[in-house]
């Protein structure tokens, strides 16, 4: 979960294509060093085999999450009322994402970035945490601004450093207790083939549920224009076994999986299907305890089109069935989450709009 709020400050560049010469010098960016996807203007690239993963593009990490998972655009779901385990109540919701960022320096390869991220949750029902009897949060936001600050060194080395303050709670904003930030530094290595590349760095988040640096190792191996893998943490897989399909796979510690098969009918229609596992996390305003968060957590089975409606966006309508959400209070998700609150399987709707660059 870490790593995917460190991937919500840039948008894709160039940090995750195999090695090139050193006359190249677009701009770079964080979420590719994480990532080890293809690299932007590929075929893979285009296609976006991982857009429209997670409830805003993208999985969710500590303290609330990527605000758009990847490139600017906006995005919708809605999930109709289902029912509540032990209780005579219904729960539904509708989330909406919005991610923009543009560049304020940019000199040769150097860049100085700023981002601004956006979602609020809106929920609907009679639902109450059922061990304090509390109601059920009415919404949930947060909101993120990032600096990236992004580097080529002579050497062929490449980097950023990068800062962000935001709130992720029911009531942004409202005391310091709700704040939520994070301080990191990356680079990326040539690897003596000059084709793959080393991920190495370190990411530290304020108010989540690692009170320590955590660091960044992985291996970018590029074996083809078919096949990058990302060996490490964060661990990611994108195979083309042919010119119509796309196989895509990543992982993001602490547990949030996205997995897409894509088939392009041609190079500005997809369709897509995949399975998701999403972490969300918050800062509740009037929490006794400080260290508690409170978290959502499904699971998705998620399929839909995406159609390029020009050069630089697409369009997607996306759909599915969500089952194992809950959501819950405490100090880390795998220790005892306390007004733990099951809700029943059902179906979602979803569709979203990206800028790609």
């Not at 997670?54 to 990490?61: C, E, K």
């Not at 904003?173 to 990191?184: C, D, K, P």
Request: hydrophobic share 40%; net charge neutral; glycine share 14%.
């Amino acid at each position: 979960m870490a790593f995917a709020q460190a991937a919500t400050l840039a948008p894709p560049s160039i940090l995750d294509e195999p090695l090139a010469p050193r006359e190249r010098t677009r701009p770079m960016a964080e979420d590719d060093l994480m990532s080890g996807r293809p690299k932007p203007d590929s075929p893979e690239r285009a296609r976006g085999p991982m857009g429209g993963g997670g409830p805003v593009g993208g999985g969710g990490p500590m303290c609330g999450g990527p605000m758009g998972g990847g490139p600017p655009g906006y995005n919708a779901t809605w999930y109709p009322s289902r029912s509540v385990s032990g209780q005579n109540a219904n729960l539904g919701f509708v989330r909406q994402g919005l991610n923009v960022g543009a560049p304020i320096w940019k000199e040769g390869g150097d860049m100085v970035l700023a981002t601004v991220g956006l979602r609020n949750t809106l929920f609907s029902g009679s639902a109450i945490l059922p061990e304090t009897g509390r109601a059920f949060p009415d919404q949930l936001w947060n909101v993120n601004i990032g600096l990236n600050a992004m580097h080529r060194f002579d050497n062929g080395w490449m980097g950023m450093l990068m800062v962000s303050l935001g709130s992720a709670s029911d009531k942004p904003f409202q005391s310091v207790r709700e704040l939520t930030g994070n301080l990191g530094g990356f680079l990326r290595i040539p690897a003596a083939n000059e084709r793959d590349f080393w991920n190495v760095g370190a990411l530290y988040l304020f108010n989540s549920q690692v009170n320590f640096p955590i660091p960044i190792f992985a291996y970018g191996w590029n074996p083809s224009d078919k096949l990058q893998v990302n060996i490490g943490l964060p661990f990611s897989v994108n195979w083309k076994p042919s010119d119509e399909w796309t196989l895509a796979f990543s992982y993001l510690p602490l547990l949030n999986i996205n997995s897409r098969l894509t088939y392009a009918f041609d190079p500005s229609l997809r369709f897509f299907g995949g399975y998701e596992y999403l972490t969300e996390t918050y800062l509740l305003a009037g929490r006794t305890n400080a260290s508690d968060q409170f978290f959502s957590i499904e699971q998705r089975l998620i399929t839909g089109i995406q159609w390029d409606v020009w050069k630089e966006a697409s369009v997607e309508v996306n759909g599915g069935y969500s089952f194992g959400r809950y959501y819950g209070e405490g100090d880390n998700q795998f220790g005892s989450i306390r007004d733990k609150l099951d809700v029943a399987s059902g179906l979602f709707l979803g569709a979203a709009f990206r800028m790609k660059f």
